[in-house]
């Protein structure tokens, strides 16, 4: 079926470590793929996207690349920041007509100082 | 409002009751989305509006769950004859059109006793 599978949780980091935090999916056709983040108390927001094969995402330090061979989309950042803990959510949109997006479980972040 | 705006923040309603969750998107967004995102897992589909339509209700769990939007504006999400398998977190988002960033609101925690 149509789904996304991200690491589980949670995931505790030190400061200006590195940050893996790996997406998979599957889906017919090319999706897009999508990082959203949710800070304590606020809403989802947007992290970072990108709509073919190859392409790289990045924004706020983080960067994640369409991998259609290993159908991944897997989140990095080389330098954590306390200010990054929050729950990350991978996610995928299929390919023309359906705007739902499809979500994995989150993955909880903590970066200590 | 600067952002999408739902409330109320929270419900707490009793089993077999009936419940409204409202929305208020972006202004000029013309797309709107209902999520439902239970603990520990991701937002799940369940409504999506193209101006006052439904252009795709496939993630409605049950007949007990209908949505309207009526001047393509604010949108209500409706459930009847709540159950406690009903309690989550209920998320709106909007986006300007098709095909471009969507942009959620904090949501609604809804518990049902």
């Known amino acids: 079926g149509n789904s996304v599978t991200q690491m589980e949780g949670p995931v505790t980091l030190s400061e200006e470590a590195f940050l893996t935090i790996n997406c998979t999916y599957t889906?017919?056709?090319?999706?897009?793929l999508f990082w959203y983040v949710q800070y304590p108390g606020e809403g989802l927001q947007l992290l970072l996207k990108?709509?073919?094969?190859?392409d790289k995402g990045s924004n706020k330090g983080f960067e994640a690349t369409y991998r259609k061979e290993t159908t991944s989309f897997h989140l990095e950042k080389g330098s954590v920041q306390v200010s990054d803990s929050a729950v990350y959510f991978c996610?995928?949109?299929?390919?023309?007509?359906?705007?739902?997006?499809?979500f994995g479980k989150g993955t909880k972040l903590t970066v200590n100082p | 409002g600067a952002g999408v705006s739902q409330t109320p923040s929270n419900k707490v309603t009793e089993k077999g009751k009936y419940v409204e969750l409202r929305c208020d998107p972006i202004?000029?967004?013309?797309?709107l989305y209902w999520y439902r995102q239970s603990l520990g897992q991701g937002p799940e589909f369940l409504i999506y509006?193209?101006?006052?339509?439904?252009?795709?209700d496939s993630g409605l769990p049950n007949d007990r769950f209908f949505a309207v939007r009526p001047e393509g504006s604010v949108s209500t999400l409706k459930i009847q004859r709540t159950e406690r398998g009903d309690s989550a977190v209920y998320l709106c988002?909007?986006?300007?059109?098709?095909?471009?960033?969507?942009?959620f609101g904090q949501g609604t925690r809804l518990t049902v006793v």
């Open positions: 988002a909007s986006s300007l059109t098709m095909n471009t960033e969507a942009f």
């Open positions: 889906a017919t056709g090319y999706p897009s």
């Open positions: 509006f193209q101006g006052t339509g439904a252009a795709d």
């Open positions: 202004s000029g967004h013309t797309a």
């Open positions: 996610a995928r949109r299929p390919q023309g007509g359906s705007e739902k997006l499809v």
């Open positions: 990108a709509t073919k094969a190859d």
